[in-house]
């Protein structure tokens, strides 16, 4: 992925940790990274969420989610959320 996608940045520790995991539990150590970087980025100010993507590995995507407590999906009143923040306003109607 770090020379097929561009744009796709993986930094060295990454890659390190999963060359120095045996080819059987790669995949493993891989799901566990995705989890820990999920687990920080949680706790910056003003992130509402994450995207993931386990591109030919959808089936991790669940084991994913649950190991890195997304759910149930808190309420943080405190974090800003477009939703939230969104004041829907439909123009009034012509008259005919």
């Known amino acids: 992925m770090r020379t097929k996608v561009p744009g796709v940045y993986i930094p060295d520790e990454v890659i390190a ?3 120095a995991a045996p080819k059987n539990k790669q995949r493993a150590e891989g799901k566990r ?14 992130v ?15 084991e994913i989610v649950e190991e890195a407590g997304l759910l149930p999906r808190p309420f943080r009143a405190e974090v800003p959320h477009p939703a939230r923040e969104r004041h829907l306003h439909r123009p009034a109607e012509r008259a005919r």
Do not use: D, N, P, T
Not at 36 to 44: A, G, N, T
Not at 48 to 62: F, K, P, T
């Open 17 to 19: 940790r999963l060359k």
């Open 48 to 62: 509402a969420g994450v995207h993931i993507m386990a591109y030919r590995q959808e089936e991790l995507v669940a």
């Open 33 to 46: 990274i995705c989890v820990e970087i999920i687990q920080q980025v949680r706790e910056m100010a003003g």
